[in-house]
C-alpha cells in the first residue's frame, strides 16, 4: 500500500509522522511535493493529489476520508479508529468534516502547484 501525502504542509506532516512511527512494513509513504512519480502513479493531478490524502491499495487509488479509513485498518495502534469512523452515519459526518479542513488545507497550500 501506498500512502501520498504532502510533506511541505506542517499538519499533514505532523498526522503522517504519528502514522510512520508504528513502523508498518506494507506501508510505503510518498511525498507529492514535486513528485512527479506520483502523478504517473495515481493517475491524478497535482491540485488532486494536493487537494486529498491519497492511498493506492493494489491497483485502486482511493481518496478524502475513506483513506483515511485503509490507512486505520492497517495500523494496528489506530484500528480503533477505522472501527468507529467507518460506521455509516460517522463516516458520513467524518467526510463532510474532513472535505471542509481539507479545502482549507488545499488554500493554504496550493501555492505549490506550477499551474
Not at 506501508?27 to 493506492?56: P, Q
Not at 468534516?97 to 499551474?115: I, R
Request: glycine share 2%; net charge positive; proline share 2%.
Amino acid at each position: 500500500m501506498k500512502v501520498y501525502f504532502n510533506n511541505s504542509c506542517k499538519i499533514c506532516k505532523a498526522e503522517i509522522d504519528l502514522y510512520k512511527k508504528e513502523k508498518i512494513q506494507e506501508i510505503d509513504w510518498i511525498d507529492i511535493t514535486d513528485n512527479t512519480s506520483a502523478l504517473k502513479e495515481t493517475s491524478k493531478n497535482s491540485k488532486e493529489l494536493l487537494r486529498r490524502l491519497h492511498v493506492k491499495d493494489g491497483e485502486k487509488v482511493i481518496d478524502g476520508a475513506e483513506a483515511f479509513l485503509v490507512l486505520w485498518k492497517k495500523i494496528p495502534k489506530y484500528k480503533f479508529l477505522y472501527k468507529f469512523f467507518k460506521l455509516p452515519i460517522i463516516f458520513n459526518l467524518f467526510s463532510i468534516g474532513y472535505e471542509v479542513v481539507a479545502f482549507f488545507l488545499y488554500l493554504k497550500n496550493k501555492k505549490q502547484l506550477k499551474n
